[in-house]
């Protein structure tokens, strides 16, 4: 199972919106509602911030958004602030009853 | 609150074993499947293997296939993952995870124990 196919960085000003994408196939992203987004500071264990492409855990700022076409989903972040400067990662269950992360986008906050 | 706290991670030489464990707590354990997911030293996330909540059934990538096993007891509130045959590249952080139920994601993880596969 290859993994999943994210940019290795975006970066944007505080306020911006930024989006982030993930590259599947018909085997995983394209195939199940089942795409979550992780956002892991250094030293940290990951956080989920969407899970069924589109729903965000209670606790998570509205600012976090996810959506999907076809193979690929996305993740937007709207009013960028500082304290969003992490990496995330993609994450979907496939076909094969496993689950494929992406290799990750490290997000500057300028 | 819901804690997942792991151990077991050491220094191993390679082709040998070693068992990770995670104890929880904070919640009513044998409702809920488990994950385990690892990260090598600056790399990014890499699913491992995924357990049912009765421990029924099991799930393990492709990359440790035949050398792993994931397994769980419910009165301990403990769930396993028994490595063999560990290779350099199994040289990571890992971490488990509790799943969403019927949502294929993860949601409380714990902090990680490291695995050094060195000679």
């Known amino acids: 199972q290859s993994a999943l196919t994210q940019p290795a960085s975006v970066s944007g000003s505080p306020g911006q919106s930024i989006t982030i994408s993930c590259t599947g196939t018909r085997s995983d992203v394209g195939a199940y509602k089942y795409v979550s987004w992780y956002q892991q500071v250094p030293g940290k264990a990951p956080k989920v911030m969407i899970y069924d492409v589109n729903n965000r855990p209670s606790g998570v700022s509205d600012r976090f958004s996810g959506s999907k076409s076809g193979n690929t989903a996305s993740l937007t972040i709207s009013g960028l602030q500082a304290e969003d400067e992490a990496d995330y990662y993609c994450c979907s269950y496939t076909s094969s009853s496993t689950w494929v992360f992406g290799g990750g986008t490290k997000l500057t906050v300028l | 609150q819901v804690q997942l706290v792991e151990s077991g991670g050491d220094v191993v030489q390679p082709g040998t074993s070693l068992r990770l464990s995670c104890a929880a707590s904070g919640f009513t354990f044998s409702n809920y499947a488990m994950h385990w997911v690892r990260q090598a030293p600056g790399k990014g996330l890499e699913w491992v293997a995924f357990?049912?909540?009765?421990?029924?059934?099991?799930y393990v990538a492709d990359s440790v296939k035949g050398r792993f096993t994931v397994s769980r007891d419910n009165s301990k509130y403990t769930v396993y993952v028994q490595m063999n045959s560990l290779r350099s590249e199994d040289t990571a952080v890992y971490y488990c995870?509790?799943?969403?139920?019927?949502?294929?994601?993860?949601?409380?993880w714990g902090q990680g124990t490291l695995v050094t596969v060195s000679s």
């Open positions: 995870a509790r799943d969403i139920s019927y949502h294929y994601s993860t949601d409380y």
């Open positions: 357990i049912s909540y009765d421990g029924k059934i099991t």
